[in-house]
């Protein structure tokens, strides 16, 4: 079809504008594309606020709960599990939802909902009344709140760009996710020393405004995707049918539980871990959990710039055991410089596969089907205090490098168990 002069002049499926905005932004690698469609630029500037207030939270909360808890690792993997465990309850109903709904306006209510809980959380602090209990209610909260967002955001990258860019727009998502994980932590630990985690929710508040004053301009996502006839937990359910009635799907679902499972420990732990492995402080840990960012940003990077790939069952695989492995060595390292590096690893391999397996989960899935599917993929973060809370008891009872080390070396053996019994896994491409 001839374009008219009001129509972008489509080439390999990047428009005339999606070109010029690219060179306007001095990219001149494909591994930005997907950054040159109006739409998605504004999405993922949604997404780098609503990541950076929510790893910049992450570090005020934990810092906060070791100071009221007399620095408990499992108090730590307490205020995780108020988080991550409404993801396993609010994600079906979330992905149900962004495909019967605006999924435009379910990212507005939950980033609106999130500032407001945030604010009430630093008038707490600020004014000496905040107690653990509180930061249990609100960790919640925010995680219900998140679990009713990210399918939504997930699924409008789909609605943006084509499936043949879908690899590389979301892992441009994640990218603005691990930016947030190198400047969030660190900003967080070295703010506190200056404005007390009061300040930081106060910022983090102001950045959750901004994310939503972001998501307005967006035209995608205001339409419904499906109207299946049914009622909420008919569609829920159909959703469940659907994933486990696919192979590739369903093999894709088990191997995103292994990490989580086992290797996201880490993440929980690192606060504990610091001061007891190393004895560092608010800012060390900053710049610890920044380098993991590093890597994270460097693996979502690389797979934005993929064109490409075969045989992704079997780099997922490898992911996942470079990850374990890691994961062992730095658990049970006594150098700060040592340290870092083996961090580096981690996020790079960690990005990786969480990048490579949201794409496969999208693009195996109809259209109709990729917020349900997306909420299930959600679901299995909120299993991650299943693997805090009781390595955060082990961590008490022996000491936390040692929990951390049989973490990874867990996530090693499911792997490989996996790996070996599932053929339809291996054979992805």
């Given at each position: 079809m001839k374009a008219t002069a009001s129509e972008p002049v489509e080439v390999e499926g990047v428009s005339a504008s999606a070109r010029r905005s690219r060179r306007f932004?001095?990219?001149?690698?494909?591994?930005?594309?997907?950054?040159?469609?109006?739409?998605?630029?504004?999405?993922?500037?949604?997404?780098?606020?609503?990541?950076?207030?929510?790893?910049?939270?992450?570090?005020?909360?934990?810092?906060?709960?070791?100071?009221?808890?007399?620095?408990?690792?499992?108090?730590?993997?307490?205020?995780?599990?108020?988080?991550?465990?409404?993801?396993?309850?609010?994600?079906?109903?979330?992905?149900?939802?962004?495909?019967?709904?605006?999924?435009?306006?379910?990212?507005?209510?939950?980033?609106?909902?999130?500032?407001?809980?945030t604010l009430i959380i630093a008038i707490l602090d600020v004014t000496g009344y905040v107690a653990f209990w509180h930061i249990i209610v609100a960790g919640v909260v925010n995680g219900s709140l998140m679990a009713l967002n990210m399918p939504s955001r997930q699924a409008m990258v789909s609605e943006i760009v084509p499936d043949s860019?879908?690899?590389?727009?979301?892992?441009?998502?994640?990218?603005?996710?691990?930016?947030?994980?190198?400047?969030?932590?660190?900003?967080?630990?070295?703010?506190?020393?200056?404005?007390?985690?009061?300040?930081?929710?106060?910022?983090?508040?102001?950045?959750?405004?901004?994310?939503?004053?972001?998501?307005?301009?967006?035209?995608?996502?205001?339409?419904?995707?499906?109207?299946?006839?049914?009622?909420v937990a008919g569609d829920i359910a159909a959703g469940f049918r659907y994933a486990l009635s696919e192979p590739t799907l369903r093999a894709l679902i088990v191997m995103a539980f292994i990490p989580v499972m086992f290797g996201m420990s880490y993440y929980v732990l690192m606060p504990a871990w610091a001061r007891e492995a190393l004895n560092v402080g608010a800012d060390n840990l900053g710049v610890l959990m920044m380098t993991m960012g590093v890597g994270a940003l460097a693996g979502s990077l690389l797979v934005a710039a993929l064109r490409v790939s075969s045989q992704r069952g079997l780099i997922l695989l490898a992911c996942c055991l470079v990850w374990g492995v890691t994961l062992a060595a730095f658990a049970q390292t006594t150098s700060y410089f040592l340290a870092l590096p083996l961090l580096l690893v981690v996020g790079l391999a960690s990005s990786v596969f969480m990048s490579m397996n949201m794409t496969l989960l999208q693009t195996q899935a109809a259209p109709e089907m990729r917020g349900r599917i997306m909420s299930i993929a959600m679901m299995t973060f909120g299993l991650m205090p299943l693997s805090a809370a009781p390595f955060g008891v082990l961590a008490e009872r022996t000491s936390t490098p040692n929990a951390l080390m049989l973490s990874g070396l867990l996530l090693v053996g499911f792997t490989l168990v996996f790996g070996a019994v599932s053929s339809t896994f291996r054979r992805i491409d």
């Open positions: 932004l001095g990219i001149g690698g494909e591994a930005f594309e997907s950054l040159g469609i109006p739409d998605y630029r504004w999405l993922w500037m949604s997404s780098l606020g609503s990541f950076m207030g929510m790893n910049m939270q992450m570090v005020a909360r934990v810092w906060l709960v070791l100071r009221l808890a007399d620095d408990s690792p499992f108090a730590v993997a307490m205020v995780t599990m108020s988080f991550a465990l409404p993801m396993m309850f609010v994600s079906a109903l979330a992905g149900a939802l962004a495909d019967r709904v605006s999924r435009r306006w379910l990212m507005i209510f939950g980033l609106s909902a999130n500032t407001a809980v860019k879908l690899m590389n727009g979301i892992a441009l998502q994640n990218s603005a996710m691990n930016m947030t994980r190198i400047i969030g932590p660190a900003a967080a630990g070295f703010l506190i020393v200056w404005i007390d985690t009061s300040g930081v929710f106060f910022l983090v508040a102001a950045i959750y405004v901004g994310s939503v004053l972001t998501v307005v301009p967006i035209n995608a996502g205001r339409k419904v995707i499906s109207r299946s006839g049914r009622g």
